[in-house]
């Protein structure tokens, strides 16, 4: 199971921390994507971490402002967004797969969902 949380209401050029917990499911062993979506448009790949946390990628509307990163130990992956934007309005979802070497951004080699954590940028 994956649990999302850390959203939120956040001014423009503000920062939120996202984590994404797991349990039952080895983060050292999958790799974890996130993934936002708004409601009436299609879900998109934010970032994904590979299970070593030696690989990760980035869409690029974010690539400057986002950092993904993950503590084994605690079996959590994190998302730091930075200089947030009006456009980053979204529920944010993290997913998890041992599909992939490395790290993917396709939603469709993503075996485990986490619900979703609603982050809002507004003044």
């Known amino acids: 199971q994956l649990q999302a949380s850390g959203g939120g209401l956040v001014q423009p050029g503000g920062s939120l921390r996202l984590s994404c917990a797991a349990s039952?499911?080895?983060?050292?062993?999958?790799?974890i994507g996130w993934f936002r979506q708004v409601p009436g448009k299609e879900r998109e790949a934010v970032s994904c971490?590979?299970?070593?946390?030696?690989?990760?990628n980035y869409m690029n509307s974010v690539k400057d402002r986002f950092i993904i990163s993950k503590d084994n130990a605690k079996n959590t992956v994190y998302l730091q967004m930075n200089s947030l934007e009006p456009e980053d309005t979204a529920i944010y979802y993290c997913?998890?797969?041992?599909?992939?070497?490395?790290?993917?951004?396709?939603?469709?080699?993503?075996?485990?969902w986490g619900q979703g954590t609603q982050v809002t940028v507004s003044s």
């Open positions: 971490i590979s299970g070593s946390g030696r690989a990760t």
């Open positions: 039952g499911l080895l983060l050292n062993a999958n790799a």
């Open positions: 997913a998890g797969t041992s599909r992939v070497y490395g790290c993917a951004l396709n939603p469709d080699v993503y075996t485990y």
